[in-house]
């Protein structure tokens, strides 16, 4: 079997990952799919830094355009990021004929229809696996080992910046902007964090998982995101007495005629296995007809996981490459012409469990009130506590409720948040708690 000649394209951190891999485990990749890969080009602007991998000879170039040209190149492996640049590199290499892998979440969130259809059109295979969960096979499960199921439901946490952060503030009762400064001092997270904390990161992967499970066009635009920067050791302190652990999570559920495509702060208890995925680990859960609940967990980022997940990719693509059956497995798991925009539903539309925390004045008859407006849009109440007073005068009350309505429960909070025995913004955190009674 001849060899296979592969490109990556920025050597960064994933593309060094991918290289090392390729070079150091070459023997054992090759008596795994019967033939050798060869790193054919490593293609990076900078081309003098020390990456700490033995490149052969002319391996390492500086233009792209180069690898993406070369006839004998067969695997596009794009490491590079952002949606500019590499974009434009993927689409080039897809119409020269090449297959592509790439890592690049935010990427296919927001481009992947059009990458997706270009793709099928010129009949070659497009890798992902590595976009999602890091060295989690996520990808590889739904496409192919859940093949037989009807999704009904993914719930993952799928950032490990914000899970670290979380776990910081469960653990050590410290606040959001300590932890932040923690994870970003041992490089768990980005000298500019917004992508991590505020959830998009989460989002940009629930946006793939959910139309690779339900048969559906991405649809980034409309997952309802929230992120942790608002979450406070208090909350957090209240969850634990509840018996709810507090996660960033990204959810999506299928009811048949819409989807749920979410992200945000949710307690859950603590017999879900989700509770105990902790520091920088992801895990997501699957649930499916005939397999039940499956849950996936391990590293979502870092140098050699992502790398792992990229060359599983490559290995596949290879095999294929080998009895000519490119486009043999549909990129998104369903045949092109069965997929269909299913719409995502409006975040107010969500019936779920509900936390609030209210800042209210310790005076006779503010719970009443604050319940009588619950009451009156149909907000039903499960518990209501309240801690010690505070030096201006108010009390910390925490209330949970049965199911509601999202919108019910937006009408209620600005009322409720106008009262002048209210003091701030009330807090919300929803709950998912299939064994909640109402």
């Not at 979380?166 to 009762?173: A, H, Q, Y």
């Not at 509770?275 to 050699?304: F, P, W």
Request: aromatic share 4%.
């Amino acid at each position: 079997m001849r060899q296979v000649n592969i490109a990556i394209l920025g050597c960064g951190t994933v593309g060094t990952g991918v290289a090392r891999l390729l070079l150091e485990n070459g023997d054992i990749i090759r008596d795994r799919i019967g033939c050798p890969l060869n790193l054919k080009y490593v293609a990076d602007i900078d081309t003098q830094r020390d990456r700490g991998i033995n490149l052969a000879p002319g391996v390492m170039i500086p233009d792209a355009a180069t690898a993406i040209n070369d006839p004998q190149v067969d695997i596009v492996v794009e490491t590079i990021g952002g949606e500019g640049i590499a974009k434009q590199l993927m689409l080039d290499a897809i119409e020269r004929g090449k297959h592509v892998v790439t890592a690049n979440k935010a990427l296919l969130a927001k481009h992947g229809n059009e990458i997706i259809a270009l793709a099928t059109k010129n009949r070659v295979d497009l890798g992902y696996e590595a976009s999602v969960g890091g060295c989690m096979p996520i990808i590889k499960t739904v496409r192919e080992s859940l093949i037989g199921n009807r999704i009904s439901a993914m719930t993952g946490i799928l950032n490990g910046t914000c899970n670290y952060i979380l776990s910081k503030i469960t653990d050590e009762g410290v606040v959001f902007e300590a932890a932040l400064a923690e994870a970003q001092a041992k490089g768990y997270a980005e000298a500019d964090p917004t992508l991590d904390v505020e959830g998009l990161d989460a989002a940009h992967k629930l946006a793939i998982l959910g139309a690779l499970a339900f048969g559906m066009q991405i649809n980034f635009n409309d997952v309802y995101i929230e992120g942790i920067s608002k979450i406070t050791p208090l909350d957090i302190e209240f969850a634990a007495q509840f018996g709810y652990r507090l996660k960033l999570l990204a959810i999506t559920k299928f009811n048949g005629q819409s989807v749920e495509a979410r992200v945000h702060p949710t307690m859950i208890p603590f017999s879900n296995m989700l509770s105990n995925v902790n520091g920088t680990l992801n895990a997501i859960s699957v649930s499916g007809d005939a397999v039940g609940d499956i849950l996936l967990y391990g590293h979502g980022a870092g140098m050699m996981p992502t790398a792992s997940a990229v060359v599983s990719d490559i290995a596949d693509i290879a095999r294929n490459l080998a009895v000519n059956g490119a486009g043999r497995l549909p990129v998104m798991g369903y045949q092109p012409d069965t997929i269909k925009p299913i719409p995502v539903m409006p975040i107010d539309d969500i019936i779920t469990h509900y936390y609030f925390r209210f800042d209210a004045m310790d005076r006779p008859g503010v719970l009443a009130t604050i319940a009588g407006i619950l009451g009156k849009h149909a907000i039903s109440l499960k518990s209501v506590h309240q801690k010690g007073r505070k030096t201006d005068g108010s009390v910390p009350v925490v209330m949970l409720t049965h199911y509601a309505r999202e919108a019910d429960v937006a009408k209620a909070l600005a009322e409720i948040e106008a009262l002048d025995v209210v003091a701030g913004t009330p807090m919300l955190v929803r709950i998912e708690d299939q064994d909640g009674q109402d």
